[in-house]
């Protein structure tokens, strides 16, 4: 099946500094990615549509200039989140769907990051 | 508004039962329907997906139904074993069929 990657795993940062995380389709290309959030014991979340040499596009009530997606390359999107807050913790996952193009499908995730802003 | 509703109570059962995990939406009308098993810390994995003209599905000792008119979904893992114990989500294409939604997930836990 397809692979995606996402790096890294965990990190900590201090609040107001800015923490990058990267995902990447390792058989595939990806023209889309999906980043989504999840809090403890909760649903994920899809925070917005990550679209290869375009903008992204977010979900209603996810800040556009706090979460900054980059989706360069058809292997590759980026979610940086900017001057980050205690608030921003939590777990953040991407996936996408199967090569192929089909715009129904299942999804492949990464392993996920898990984010500590202290 | 769109809801997907899976019982937010942990499931509890002895190995080598059956285990069935329901799952119910409204305001939907998806093309289709999946499940994902999620570990703790981890990102989901994808197990089944069935179509909306199809009533059953079954892949090794997983199986899966859809009612679209009840809007509902059950999902069953026969002969249970600790290794199955996991979260597992399901999930629905929104409208236009482009993004994923889930729900929140049942704990399912099984007994040794």
């Known amino acids: 099946g397809a692979v995606v990657s996402q790096h890294p795993s965990w990190v900590i940062c201090k609040s107001g500094t800015s923490v990058k995380i990267e995902c990447r389709s390792l058989?595939?290309?990806?023209?889309?990615m999906f980043w989504y959030r999840q809090f403890p014991k909760q649903s994920l979340m899809l925070m917005a549509t990550?679209?290869?040499?375009?903008?992204?596009?977010?979900e209603q009530g996810v800040e556009k200039d706090k979460f900054l997606i980059n989706h360069a390359s058809l292997t590759l999107s980026t979610l940086t989140v900017t001057s980050a807050h205690p608030e921003d913790s939590s777990f953040y996952i991407c996936?996408?769907?199967?090569?192929?193009?089909?715009?129904?499908?299942?999804?492949?995730f990464g392993e996920g990051s898990r984010l500590t802003v202290l | 508004s769109q809801k997907i509703e899976q019982n937010s109570e942990a499931l509890n059962i002895q190995e080598g039962k059956t285990a069935t995990l329901t799952c119910n939406y409204t305001?939907?009308?998806?093309?289709?329907l999946q499940w994902y098993r999620q570990d703790p810390g981890r990102g989901p994995v994808f197990l089944l997906l069935?179509?909306?003209?199809?009533k059953e599905k079954r892949k090794e000792r997983l199986k899966v139904t859809f009612d679209t008119t009840l809007k509902q979904s059950l999902f069953h893992i026969t002969a249970s074993q600790p290794a199955d114990s996991a979260t597992y989500l399901c999930?629905?294409?929104?409208?236009?069929?482009?993004?994923?939604?889930f729900g929140a997930g049942t704990r399912l836990f099984v007994k040794a």
């Open positions: 999930a629905l294409d929104s409208t236009g069929g482009f993004k994923t939604i």
């Open positions: 305001n939907y009308s998806p093309a289709y």
């Open positions: 996936s996408a769907k199967g090569g192929g193009g089909e715009p129904t499908g299942e999804l492949f």
């Open positions: 058989d595939f290309q990806a023209t889309t």
């Open positions: 069935i179509r909306e003209n199809e």
């Open positions: 990550s679209n290869e040499g375009s903008k992204a596009t977010y």
